[in-house]
């Protein structure tokens, strides 16, 4: 291990000739909360279908641990220890959040045997500890669907880090939420980030600030610039890019 969790050197993936991603190569340190921002189109959830195994490089690699992914499946590649949480949320609906948190502990089983079977003490700590961490304590033994969008969100932040991943990938997690259910996930990621290395993409820049400490922009399948926030928002290219698009693509 050389303390990278993730290296992509000169990545291209095409789809029928149009490079989605070109020629990309970025990496980052295990342990890091790492923001990636950019245009609409500029490649950001197909660098995370790579990431994830989805996609496969048309050129170029991509090392997870120091491990090449190209021959793996997204089954196998998330077992490595890779999460995504999609953005739309994912969970039971007709089940309690303690209840889907149970279910993510075991995977393996079907949702029957885990239901029915006692479940053993330390997974009750494990996910005792875990509605404390996204915040559901109060609400782990209602029907999931009455939970808040937001709410939901957490819940299933919660049960991708029941399945321990070393890398969480978070694609737009505040899009739809109200103001402080905003603030409230920015709290939950600088938490887990203390223990997780986690991949934000987000469009929403005060957001971004609340959480960024290294941003990473995209810019037509490459990295534009990197850096802290403030070096990234008063870099001219950075500016032009979205300058150059109209209000409404910036948003996206
Ligand atoms: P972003 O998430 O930054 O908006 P995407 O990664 O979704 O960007 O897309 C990058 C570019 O690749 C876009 O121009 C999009 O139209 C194109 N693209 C993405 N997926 C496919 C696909 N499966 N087939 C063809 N073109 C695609
Ligand atoms: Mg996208």
């Keep these: 291990m050389n303390g990278k969790i993730l290296e992509i050197q000169n990545l291209t993936v095409s789809f029928d000739g149009f490079n989605a991603l070109n020629n990309l190569t970025f990496s980052m340190n295990t342990g890091e909360l790492r923001v990636i921002i950019g245009p609409n189109g500029a490649g950001k959830t197909t660098f995370l279908d790579v990431i994830t195994g989805k996609v496969k490089p ?3 690699r991509v090392l997870f641990k120091g491990r090449n992914l190209r021959k793996f499946s997204e089954h196998q590649i998330a077992r490595f ?11 039971y609906l007709n089940l309690t959040p303690r209840e889907n948190l149970e279910l993510s502990c075991n995977r393996q089983k ?16 494990t996910v005792k500890s875990l509605l404390e961490t996204i915040g559901l304590t109060a609400k782990a033994d209602i029907l999931s669907g009455l939970l808040s969008h937001g709410e939901k969100q957490w819940l299933e932040i919660g049960m991708l880090v029941a399945q321990s991943p070393d890398l969480l ?4 997690p505040v899009a739809g939420l109200t103001d402080e259910e905003t603030m409230l996930t920015g709290e939950l990621l600088i938490s887990l980030a203390e223990s997780h290395s986690i991949i934000v993409i987000e469009h929403d820049m005060e957001f971004v600030r609340q959480i960024a400490r290294t941003v990473t922009v995209l ?4 990295v534009l610039c990197e850096g802290n926030i403030e070096q990234v928002q008063s870099d001219p290219r950075v500016i032009q890019v979205y300058l150059g698009s109209t209000s409404e693509e910036a948003a996206h």
Aim: glycine share 14%; hydrophobic share 25%.
């Design 110 to 125: 079907n949702v029957f045997a885990t239901l029915l079977k006692p479940t053993p003490s330390g997974e009750r700590q």
């Design 81 to 91: 220890g890779v999460g995504r949480k999609f953005q739309t949320p994912r969970v």
């Design 58 to 60: 048309t050129k170029g």
């Design 169 to 172: 990938l978070v694609d737009e």
């Design 219 to 222: 810019h037509e399948g490459s």
